[in-house]
């Protein structure tokens, strides 16, 4: 049992020597939809209607994990969304971010970096702040 567990532990280790690249994605380099879907996701954050925007960006995220506009978008939008922050608010989120953390280990794990990013996201949507 605990050769597995050795083997394994060396398994995730070789996965986290290789080197991830994402490709870095420009907003005037995606299609039409996209774009759309960005401009939705601003006019959403002008609204004040920070769940739906925050969807609308995650949903762009996915495809182009890359596009660091939409995830500079997507930070300021959580940021304005939780307000004032308070340890309490701090201490939930992390508490609440502990599911969200495992999903990316799993994901990564098994080479769907994605997905993984994508689990970041919603464990950073609670409270981008908090550890």
Do not use: W
Not at 6 to 28: C, F, T, W
């Amino acid at each position: 049992m605990a050769e597995k567990a050795e083997e394994l532990d060396q398994q995730v280790a070789e996965e986290e020597k290789e080197e991830i690249e994402i490709e870095l994605v420009d907003l005037q380099e995606i299609g039409q939809k996209e774009k759309r879907l960005f401009d939705a996701a601003v006019g959403a954050h002008e609204k004040k209607n920070y769940a739906y925007g925050i969807d609308l960006l995650r949903t762009l995220l996915k495809k182009y994990p890359g596009l660091i506009e939409a995830r500079m978008k997507l930070r300021e939008m959580q940021m304005d969304r939780i307000g004032k922050i308070s340890l309490l608010s701090q201490a939930l989120a992390t508490v609440g971010a502990v599911v969200p953390f495992l999903k990316v280990k799993r994901f990564a794990s098994k080479g769907n970096y994605a997905e993984a990013l994508d689990a970041g996201e919603a464990a950073m949507g609670m409270d981008p702040t908090a550890c």
